[in-house]
Structure formats: structure tokens, C-alpha cells
């Protein structure tokens, strides 16, 4: 099983930082087509933990596995992925000098100034852009952050992948 989980692990992690570092790279991170895109390229690569769990239950376990195992196989493999999710974004962050969330905190105060807020609203705004810059300074904090991102979704497809092949009737393996 922990064989399963790290060589599955490592593809999915290799997958969703290899699709953040392009996306960043080409400048995609922004906005509603950014977000978009990160979240489809986790599921892709979370597509692992569907693979591993069935590769793991038809090969190891005769094509029978509990809904627990099925979920501990997951939850494992997307462990090992956003172990890579997080050290891509740390990585990413390393080479960028760490601007990332001050360039952002910029940005979101001149789109906030441009939308006619209120001096009140404005100083508000701004305070509290600053203080997020400074608990993303924090690198425990920011690594908490970015897990936050991808622990959603890699525990909704551990779920799934372990309801799903559970059942000894859905996708059988060949021959047998």
C-alpha cells in the first residue's frame, strides 16, 4: 500500500506543480480564468488518486476493497501531492523573490480605489491587505495557506475514487 501511495503520490504531485509552474510562467494566475485553471489542473492530476486506489484493489486485493482502505490509499496519495503542491509553490515563491503577495495586495487596492469605494472602505481595504501580506510573510503560515487550496478537492476525490471502487461491480479489472 505505501508503495501504491507514494509512486501515485509522486505522479500526481509532479502533475500539479509541473500545471502550476506553467500557469505562472504564462502569467494565467490571475483572476476567474486563473483560478479556473488551477483548480482543473488538481483535478487532473488528483486523477491519480482514482488510478492508484483501483490499480492498488485489482492487482493486491483480488478486486475487492474496503471503503476505508479505498479512503486511506487516497487520502495518502493526495498527501504526497500537495507535499509537492506546497514545495512547488514555495519554490515558486523563492524564485520570485517572495513578491507574489505584495504584487497581489496592489493590485486588489488599485481594483478596490477603481471601483469608487469610500475613503472609509479604502482604509479599511488597505489595512486589511496589509495585514494578510504580513501573515503571508509568515512561511508556516503561507505553506497552511497554499495547502488550503488543494485539501478541498484531493479530500472530495479520495471520497469519491473510495465510494466509487468500493463496489466490486464498478470498472472490474480485465480477465477476471
Do not use: N
Request: charged share 15%.
Amino acid at each position: 500500500m505505501t508503495r501504491t501511495i507514494l509512486v501515485y503520490g509522486c505522479i500526481a504531485g509532479v502533475i500539479v506543480a509541473a500545471c502550476m509552474a506553467l500557469s505562472m510562467s504564462s502569467g494565467a494566475e490571475g483572476g476567474i480564468v486563473g483560478m479556473a485553471l488551477g483548480y482543473l489542473s488538481m483535478l487532473i492530476a488528483l486523477s491519480m488518486v482514482f488510478v492508484g486506489i483501483k490499480k492498488h484493489r485489482d492487482q493486491r486485493l483480488g478486486g475487492v476493497i474496503r471503503f476505508t482502505t479505498a479512503l486511506g490509499i487516497g487520502l495518502g496519495i493526495s498527501l504526497v501531492a500537495s507535499l509537492f503542491y506546497v514545495l512547488g509553490w514555495e519554490a515558486y515563491e523563492y524564485a520570485t523573490d517572495y513578491r507574489f503577495m505584495p504584487e497581489y495586495a496592489a493590485h486588489a487596492i488599485a481594483a478596490k480605489r477603481a471601483s469608487g469605494a469610500s475613503a472609509a472602505e479604502m482604509a479599511k481595504f488597505i489595512a486589511d491587505m496589509q495585514e494578510m501580506t504580513k501573515a503571508y510573510a509568515d512561511p508556516l503560515r503561507r505553506m497552511l495557506m497554499t495547502l488550503s487550496e488543494i485539501a478541498p478537492v484531493a479530500i472530495i476525490v479520495s471520497l469519491v475514487s473510495a465510494a466509487l471502487l468500493r463496489r466490486r461491480d464498478f470498472m472490474p479489472a480485465r480477465g477476471g
